[in-house]
C-alpha cells in the first residue's frame, strides 16, 4: 500500500493550497480516508476525514468552513482543498487510510500513512 501525498508549499497568510493524496495498492473505495497535521513540536492532529462514497465529511473545528475534503475514487484520490490559511497551518499534512466505514479523528483508526506534504503558511 502506498499513499503519496503532494501540493504542499509556501503561501503567505490567506492564500489557498490543494493537497492530493494518490492511493496505490489497495481497493480505495472501501477506505475511508483522512488528512492529518503535525507542527514541529507539537503532535499529530485531525483535520478531515471522508467517507469511502464521498458523501459523509467532519473536520476539525479548526479548519471548519476554510478547508474542504473530496476524493474521486475512478482516481484513486483524496483531495484536500485549503483556503483562508493561516500561519498556524503551517505544518507537514499527512493523508491516512482507514478500513473502519465509520468517519473518525483518531489517529489509531487508520492502518495507512502517506510520507507528508509540507504546508508552509506566511505572515
Known amino acids: 500500500v502506498q499513499l503519496q501525498a503532494s501540493g504542499g508549499g509556501l503561501v503567505q497568510d490567506g492564500g489557498s493550497l490543494r493537497l492530493s493524496c494518490a492511493a496505490s495498492?489497495?481497493?480505495?473505495?472501501?477506505?475511508?480516508m483522512g488528512w492529518f497535521r503535525q507542527a514541529p513540536g507539537k503532535e499529530r492532529e485531525f483535520v478531515a476525514s471522508?467517507?469511502?462514497?464521498?458523501?459523509?465529511?467532519n473536520y476539525a473545528d479548526s479548519v471548519k468552513g476554510r478547508f474542504t475534503i473530496s476524493r474521486d475514487n475512478a482516481k484513486n484520490t483524496v483531495y484536500l482543498q485549503a483556503n483562508s490559511l493561516k500561519p498556524e497551518d503551517t505544518a507537514v499534512y499527512f493523508c491516512a487510510a482507514s478500513v473502519r466505514p465509520e468517519l473518525s479523528s483518531y489517529y489509531k483508526d487508520y492502518s495507512y500513512w502517506g510520507q507528508g506534504t509540507q504546508v508552509t503558511v506566511s505572515s
Open positions: 471522508i467517507s469511502r462514497g464521498g458523501g459523509s465529511t
Open positions: 495498492g489497495l481497493t480505495f473505495s472501501r477506505y475511508t
